[in-house]
């Protein structure tokens, strides 16, 4: 089954509202990433976090790691209409093997 | 603005045709990879590459093939398209040496077999 799983599957808000995503994963890791797909394109990186680090900023977005219990948040504040998309966590695995896998995905949909 | 593109992007042909979708990166990367994702869904790695010369399969079973000749170009080819490889196929490259390190994504190439 799949490393990472996000939930929810599917989100709705209104702009300006805060959007939380999370993401489980199974096996320790090294890092877990954070990307977002807009509809039928590529993915583009949003922000990394390492297994010693607890929490990280970048602009609107918050992630948190918390690795007792396998798990990330992705905090999106603020939310605006361009923030539609699909997220996706991905998880590098401890032990020096460099394969990143991705989760299953949340999609967001901000409605003006 | 990630450098890396991918053609066609968009490619729509009838079962039994050769295709060849191609990747190239201008970062000087030395890992690439391919992975396919069908719409809504998860992606899933399909082949993967550490360098000129090195090419490995991914989690997913693929009857496509894959060739590193040139650390800049990462083709996919299909040899006998089938509708059920119909797809969207995304490329993507990464420095190699820091795990887990960045991956920068083309556009993709969805394909449509007839």
């Known amino acids: 089954s799949q490393q990472g799983e996000e939930d929810p599957q599917a989100l709705s808000i209104q702009e300006g509202e805060n959007a939380t995503m999370n993401c489980s994963y199974k096996t320790s890791i090294n890092n877990l990433q954070w990307y977002r797909q807009n509809s039928g394109r590529g993915l583009v990186h949003l922000i990394l976090?390492?297994?010693?680090?607890r929490e990280k900023h970048s602009g609107r977005l918050r992630v948190t790691l918390d690795t007792s219990k396998k798990s990330s948040s992705l905090l999106i504040t603020a939310s605006r209409a361009a923030d539609t998309a699909s997220y996706f966590c991905a998880t590098a695995l401890s032990g020096g093997y460099q394969k990143v896998t991705f989760g299953t995905g949340t999609k967001l949909q901000v409605i003006p | 603005e990630a450098d890396i593109y991918q053609t066609p992007r968009y490619l729509v042909i009838g079962t039994g045709k050769k295709i060849t979708l191609e990747c190239s990166q201008t970062m000087g990367h030395d890992k690439m990879y391919w992975y396919q994702q069908d719409p809504g869904m998860e992606l899933h790695l399909i082949h993967y590459s550490y360098g000129v010369n090195s090419t490995e399969k991914g989690d997913l079973s693929s009857e496509s093939t894959v060739s590193r000749i040139r650390t800049e170009h990462f083709p996919l080819t299909l040899e006998s398209a089938r509708p059920s490889h119909t797809s969207q196929y995304l490329c993507?490259?990464?420095?190699?040496?820091?795990?887990?390190?960045?991956?920068?994504f083309g556009p993709g190439t969805r394909l449509t077999v007839l």
């Open positions: 993507a490259s990464s420095d190699q040496g820091r795990l887990g390190d960045t991956q920068y």
């Open positions: 976090i390492r297994s010693n680090e």
